[in-house]
């Protein structure tokens, strides 16, 4: 019998890939969807597999929904992947993100422990969770102290500490992915790497005289989503629930990612980018490396694209929308 997935925030990019990704193994795939007035493009990534899937509205705010859909599906494994995921967002709307983040994951682990406790529970936890902490050798790993610097980091660690906490105290099969930044072409236009090909693209059409950022020398390590959700199944077979960092190793500033869309594109960014204030956080997140090594050793896990081959991707994603 086919293995049964639940997955919350089916639609975004993490959810279509990991769905994707969990239809080609022979599950039957579940997802939780957000109701939305304007539905005309909320499940525009889950086009090609609609057929596929089993999808409901819901919300993990609301525990009733939750409930009814883990009774009704019992699930072998649940990804909440459910979240405001926007960090400079989060400043704006705190409390919604504490809502959904926070509470919203403790509804989901909640509802798993009370009606499919043999499920392996999966938890999107982030990077943001270390904020400016740093180990010596320069990078950030499973042992590294966690202090946000967004409410966004804050609500996630508060998910990835309670499920810790289920884990010890139930005996529940619940882990952690830290995910550092991981992009693709469904990557929403309002994040700095969709927004900066995005708009580079229209600079190269003559759409567009300058792009406006924020912090141009913020350094993050950038994977791809498809490599990342692969992880996120990995984790899920692994012989015990554990907390893993999953990262590429390398890392990259807003600046150099600029000027690496702007020169494939046969452009100088610095031509066109300037710096707007209001892009800016109230407290900056500096520096961002993982260590992967634990997913690499234990879960036998590898990233197959590269920095360079992401970028490429997603330039010819955006080039190939109409003017």
């Not at 270390?130 to 202090?147: A, C, I, L």
């Not at 619940?174 to 600079?203: M, Y």
């Not at 692969?230 to 190793?249: C, K, N, W, Y």
């Not at 204030?277 to 050793?297: N, V």
């Amino acid at each position: 019998m086919a293995k049964k997935a639940l997955i919350t925030g089916i639609t975004g990019q993490d959810g279509s890939y990991l769905a994707e990704h969990l239809l080609s193994l022979g599950y039957e795939v579940y997802g939780l969807i957000r109701r939305n007035s304007i539905t005309e493009n909320q499940q525009s990534r889950l086009d090609s597999i609609a057929p596929l899937i089993h999808t409901e509205y819901g919300d993990v705010s609301d525990v009733s929904t939750i409930d009814r859909v883990m009774m009704r599906v019992r699930p072998d494994e649940v990804y909440n992947l459910a979240a405001q995921s926007h960090v400079r967002i989060s400043f704006d709307v705190p409390q919604y993100t504490a809502q959904t983040n926070a509470l919203g994951a403790l509804n989901v682990l909640e509802s798993t422990r009370a009606h499919s406790p043999g499920a392996h529970f999966y938890q999107a936890s982030s990077s943001e969770m270390f904020g400016n902490s740093v180990d010596p050798d320069g990078k950030q790993r499973e042992t590294t102290r966690m202090v946000p610097v967004s409410p966004y980091g804050c609500a996630k660690l508060f998910a990835f500490n309670i499920v810790r906490n289920y884990r010890r105290s139930y005996n529940l099969f619940a882990s952690n992915g830290i995910l550092f930044n991981h992009e693709s072409p469904r990557r929403a236009s309002n994040f700095v790497t969709s927004k900066i090909i995005k708009n580079a693209v229209l600079i190269s059409r003559g759409k567009l005289d300058k792009l406006e950022l924020g912090n141009l020398d913020s350094q993050r390590d950038w994977g791809h989503s498809k490599d990342y959700v692969r992880a996120m199944h990995l984790i899920l077979q692994h012989t015990e629930p554990d907390d893993f960092v999953i990262s590429t190793g390398q890392t990259h500033s807003i600046r150099e990612f600029c000027e690496i869309v702007f020169q494939k594109l046969g452009l100088d960014y610095r031509k066109y980018v300037v710096q707007n204030p209001k892009y800016m956080r109230p407290e900056e997140l500096r520096f961002l490396c993982g260590d992967c090594s634990k997913a690499k050793a234990t879960l036998h896990w590898t990233p197959t694209y590269t920095f360079d081959s992401m970028i490429d991707e997603m330039i010819r994603q955006w080039s190939d929308k109409p003017t």
